[in-house]
């Protein structure tokens, strides 16, 4: 059985399917900087593919936004901060997003 998310914090069966998809481009799932654009607040599908690629070796995350609608406080408290990932917050700029290896919006 697979659990289709929860409401408004998780989207588990999406998140199969970006995982899927960046593997099939990208040929893995490790040593990548993903930059994540728009609703970082509100995004649950965003939400559960960072708590899922945080599980790989050497992953950083670009997490671009306003800062209304930047990345809730428990993803960064709960699973980037205790793993060590490296993460940057930043406004949207075509500089930074040249820099990722995956974009997300």
């Given at each position: 059985?697979?659990?289709?998310?929860?409401?408004?914090?998780?989207?588990?069966?999406?998140?199969?399917?970006?995982?899927?998809t960046?593997?099939?481009?990208?040929?893995?799932?490790?040593?990548?900087?993903?930059?994540?654009?728009?609703?970082?607040?509100?995004?649950r599908?965003?939400?559960s593919?960072i708590?899922?690629l945080?599980?790989?070796?050497?992953?950083?995350?670009?997490?671009?936004?306003?800062?209304?609608l930047?990345?809730?406080?428990?993803?960064?408290?709960?699973?980037?901060?205790?793993?060590?990932?490296?993460?940057?917050?930043?406004?949207?700029?075509?500089?930074?997003?040249?820099?990722?290896?995956?974009?997300?919006?």
């Amino acid at each position: 059985m697979i659990n289709a998310g929860d409401g408004g914090h998780s989207h588990p069966t999406q998140t199969l399917l970006d995982m899927m998809t960046i593997r099939r481009r990208k040929g893995r799932l490790d040593n990548l900087t993903i930059g994540f654009c728009g609703d970082l607040k509100f995004g649950r599908t965003v939400h559960s593919l960072i708590k899922s690629l945080a599980r790989y070796d050497n992953v950083k995350f670009v997490l671009i936004s306003p800062e209304e609608l930047r990345v809730p406080d428990y993803i960064i408290n709960e699973v980037l901060e205790p793993r060590g990932i490296p993460f940057t917050l930043r406004p949207a700029t075509w500089k930074v997003l040249c820099r990722t290896s995956i974009f997300c919006t």
